[in-house]
């Protein structure tokens, strides 16, 4: 495991300058969506909503908090902050149209380092038929800093809010969760090795997909048209970035109300179960409060029960009960216990999971 940065060819930033790295990272960009009218070059671009609700989010990604150079490949660096973005815009079930992409580098990146990042960003972005429209370049005394913001789209009756589940509301989750986490600690185990011992190879292998999920998430918006072609309008939606637990407890407070979840209905992936136990983790803690999953969490009406069945990959866990009742898990030996938020919090002390 090398540092990313060094055996590049060097072309120091300074050579091009900010108006000609815009250029070098901007030229070759072809337009997707009818909804992108003119898209970076001018002071703004011009986006065109027609009678659809526009929604708009936004990530600041800060090297050392939210990626490490020693083990995060740059053009996964720019995928991830593309599709971590995508997953907010297919958490209120609508789609993304564009995106902006603002930057600040300092001068130990060069234009090679950056154009890699930019890989990886029109990679998602080609992906995900998103159109990149704007963004901004600045310089930055120290580490790398990247902010994207995302513009997405939906029927105004199609939008959905964490605000909304309601009583007897069944909860349901895409993919499986706990992944991303596990692969995090193999990271990170891997690279205190190699702290220790430069010379020394990573143990990368057996640890596929665990590894993928971490450094290379996917956006589920494949459910969010099954949803449609099914005919299922979620009660209410979040994306699973924090842990179960956490994004459970929005869902929960948003909407004033209380939840069971069962701890054997939480989707996990076996190599990651396994992996998990011999890292010492419970499995479940993982999946409740190791984040990163980027899966969609969401309610539905009973009435629907039948159709979600139709869609692969979904697990129902638990149901939504009222507020009095509070927000519980039941373990697998039948005890119910309080879920509490332990997920990723960049503001948290001690935190392991950066
Ligand atoms: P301004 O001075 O009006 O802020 P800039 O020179 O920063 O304009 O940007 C010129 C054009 O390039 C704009 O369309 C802007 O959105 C786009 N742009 C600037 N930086 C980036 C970037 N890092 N990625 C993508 N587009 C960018
Ligand atoms: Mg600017």
Redesign the pocket.
Known sequence: MDNILENKTNTPLSELGE?GL?DY??KNIKIKNKSTVLA????A?IIDVKKRYQVVSTDLLVEGIHFDLHYTPLKHIGYKAIATNLSDVAAMNAKPEQV????AVSSRFTVEAIAEIYEGIYACCERYNVD?V????TSSLSGLFISVTVLGYADKEKIVKRSTAKENDLICVSGDLGSAYMGLLILEREKQVFLKNPDTQPELEGFDYMLERQLKPEPRLDIIDLLAKHEILPTSMIDVSDGLASEILHICKDSNCGCVIYEDKIPIDTTAYSTLLEFGIVPSTAALNGGEDYELLFTIKQDDYEKIQQIPDISVIGYIKDKNSGCSMITQDDQSIELSAQGWDAYKKNNTNI
């Open positions: 108006f815009i990272l901007t970076v070059g001018d002071d671009a902006l992409v603002s930057i990149l704007g963004g901004d370049t």
